[in-house]
């Protein structure tokens, strides 16, 4: 048995239990179809149990298959991880991490910890893959990532959660809104002012929608959007009121004349940030040391003392 669980034999299954079939993992692989087909005929020989139930439109994972593609994703990751930290286990030099992010890190804050890092760590190199939260999720679940920093609603399988904490959601609105003297709002009292929101499906607007129901509220947005840098720039240029976490806009909303305001509804305050890696695998040591680093850069994000925050220029004493 132990002689079939090696690389070839493990990227072969787990591409084939990815695609649902032999015929499309041998197109992604550039492989024949008869060494993929070979390959998993031997692991299911020695395991002796069958890894798919084979179907006329492809191929299910077993119950053993789900076990085996657990073990296999984590073996692989591992091992490709030791390939390129050989010889630089104590400096961290010649390895690449592979970052999966909620779309909301991605305009500031993980540009902002990617530099940082570099500067201590100038030999790793990563590559970042914006994504909404569940597939940023299942990149890491699945091996195709090292790490996922995302919002979640609900506790995640497969993952562990290396460091989370709590990601309400507040308002950004421009300094010269009628609102922005407000300690607090409440969505009732946004309804008459242009909105943007992101589109169904994001963490924020999720808790908008259930929020919106159980107080009867109507919000009507001028701009609904998937994108937080085009919704950003949109209610700066109009004057529309955002919905944002704090550490996706804490490092420029002042500056670019906003507030941020925190919301009455204690609903608005059930999301979390979290630090995302695959479950049961041990992580190799650039991996961790990127972990540590952004559970630190997180933590520097507090939400506002006493209500709104203020401007750049108001907290600085300089004239408005």
Not at 52 to 68: D, N, Q, V
Not at 186 to 209: C, F, H, K, M, N
Not at 294 to 305: D, F, M, N, R, S
Request: charged share 25%; with cysteine.
């Amino acid at each position: 048995m132990a002689l079939s669980l090696h690389g070839i034999a493990l990227r072969y299954f787990v591409e084939v239990a990815r695609s649902g079939s032999i015929s499309d993992a041998s197109a992604r692989l550039h492989v024949a179809v008869s060494a993929i087909s070979r390959q998993i005929a031997r692991l299911e020989s020695e395991l002796g149990v069958a890894l798919f139930e084979r179907r006329p439109r492809g191929m299910a994972l077993s119950e053993a298959g789900e076990r085996l593609l657990v073990y296999a994703q984590r073996s692989l990751l591992e091992a490709a991880h030791v390939m390129k930290e050989i010889g630089g286990l104590e400096s961290l030099h010649g390895s690449m991490i592979r970052v999966a992010s909620s779309e909301g890190f991605a305009a500031d804050f993980l540009p902002g910890a990617l530099a940082s890092f570099r500067r201590q760590y100038p030999g790793i190199d990563f590559t970042l893959s914006v994504m909404s939260p569940g597939e940023a999720t299942r990149r890491v679940r699945e091996g195709d990532a090292d790490l996922a920093l995302t919002f979640s609603l609900a506790p995640e399988k497969g993952v562990k959660v290396e460091h989370t904490e709590r990601a309400p959601v507040f308002v950004l609105l421009r300094a010269d809104h009628p609102l922005a003297v407000r300690a607090k709002v409440s969505l009732a009292d946004l309804q008459r002012y242009p909105l943007v929101l992101p589109e169904p499906g994001t963490t924020i607007r999720q808790l908008i929608d259930i929020t919106c129901a159980l107080e009867g509220i109507l919000l009507e947005p001028d701009l609904t959007c998937d994108n937080s840098a085009a919704m950003y720039r949109y209610a700066q240029k109009s004057g529309a009121i955002m919905f944002t976490g704090l550490l996706s806009v804490r490092d420029r909303y002042a500056d670019d004349g906003f507030v941020v305001m925190p919301l009455v509804h204690p609903q608005m305050r059930q999301r979390s940030i979290q630090v995302q890696t695959m479950a049961g695998r041990e992580l190799p040591p650039s991996v961790r040391a990127f972990r540590d680093h952004l559970i630190v850069e997180i933590a520097g994000t507090k939400p506002p003392a006493g209500g709104r925050a203020k401007t750049g220029r108001q907290r600085s004493g300089r004239a408005t």
